[in-house]
């Protein structure tokens, strides 16, 4: 059984997981979490000021186990060592199971709530620029408005409730982890006889 150890941030304590029978554990943590269980995953990554933060998250009826890590925390290697390990033992457990990529649904309402909120106070800008309200900063009022406009309504319309996540089986989540910089991973649908 191999144990993968990562700070999820820099002001977290250095957490160790590990998949043993098909169960995800996490020392110190709350009970095992059989993999055969999980029924929804969603997986996401973002990137503000060059700093990644990645984080899979695994619901089943017992509640939602969260991975994450910044790439300030440290062991972001093993964070994505873990996060391959537990995409590759979905796939051999529950090999139907989709993973979705992109925000968790709370995030995205949250999101949305935002993206509206930003873009009904940018169109207000823009009116009250338009028809002077503001006095002598209309023009400020204007071009503050379009910005919360054009920065804040892509974010409400990529999280609408009614928009589908992107989907892809388990296996693809431990590529693209590669693709990332983890660890390589072996190819599931390749037998270990093969040359």
Not at 4 to 10: D, G, H, I
Not at 21 to 35: K, Q, S, T
Not at 163 to 181: D, I, M, W
Request: with cysteine; glycine share 10%.
């Amino acid at each position: 059984m191999r144990e993968y150890t990562f700070k999820p941030a820099p002001v977290r304590k250095a957490q160790t997981w590990a998949i043993k029978d098909h169960h995800l554990m996490r020392r110190g943590g709350a009970a095992a979490l059989d993999l055969a269980s999980v029924t929804s995953v969603s997986w996401n990554t973002v990137t503000y000021r060059g700093t990644r933060s990645a984080w899979l998250h695994l619901k089943s009826d017992a509640g939602v186990t969260k991975i994450e890590c910044t790439d300030q925390g440290g062991g972001r290697d093993a964070f994505l060592a873990l996060v391959s390990a537990t995409a590759l033992e979905l796939a051999r457990v529950q090999p139907d199971l989709e993973i979705q990529h992109g925000y968790s649904a709370p995030w995205r309402i949250a999101l949305f709530v935002l993206g509206i909120a930003g873009t009904l106070i940018g169109f207000f800008l823009v009116f009250a620029g338009l028809t002077n309200m503001t006095g002598k900063g209309s023009v400020q009022a204007t071009i503050a408005g379009l910005a919360l406009v054009i920065l804040m309504f892509p974010v409400a319309w990529t999280c609408r409730p009614n928009f589908k996540a992107r989907t892809f089986p388990s296996k693809e989540l431990a590529r693209e982890v590669a693709s990332l910089g983890g660890p390589a991973m072996p190819d599931p649908d390749r037998n270990p006889g093969d040359a």
